[in-house]
């Protein structure tokens, strides 16, 4: 039961991040001036995918705080941390066009047999 709460938590994560780049994207980059962020902050959390993004954020922590409960957080958050990184990096290049490089690819490598070795029993 432990690693569906893992898979929870990493499954809203990604899903908020991704929804809430998406959507920021639309209404591009937050203003200088303070009555124009007012209106630019208004703007956002009245879009419903922006609050679906919040809200699975909010799903996630429960994931997490359920995750915590079954395991250590020196064993769980490896898992939460290459199931975030591989799934946010591919998902955000299919859906966001966001390009790919070689150091991209190295570092998720990196991480990866990082958590390998930290997950190994001694």
Do not use: C
Request: hydrophobic share 60%.
């Amino acid at each position: 039961m432990a690693y569906i709460y893992i898979a929870g938590t990493v499954f809203f994560t990604v899903y908020g991040q991704l929804i809430l780049k998406w959507r920021i994207l639309k209404y591009g980059a937050i203003p200088d001036t303070g009555s124009e962020k007012l209106l630019f902050f208004i703007k956002l959390f009245s879009d419903p995918f922006i609050l679906s993004g919040l809200f699975a954020a909010f799903i996630a922590s429960l994931f997490w705080m359920a995750t915590m409960t079954k395991l250590d957080i020196s064993f769980a958050y490896p898992f939460i941390t290459a199931g975030l990184t591989v799934t946010t990096v591919i998902l955000a290049v299919i859906f966001l066009n966001e390009p790919v490089n070689a150091s991209k690819v190295i570092g998720i490598i990196l991480i990866l047999a990082g958590i390998f070795v930290m997950a190994r029993p001694v």
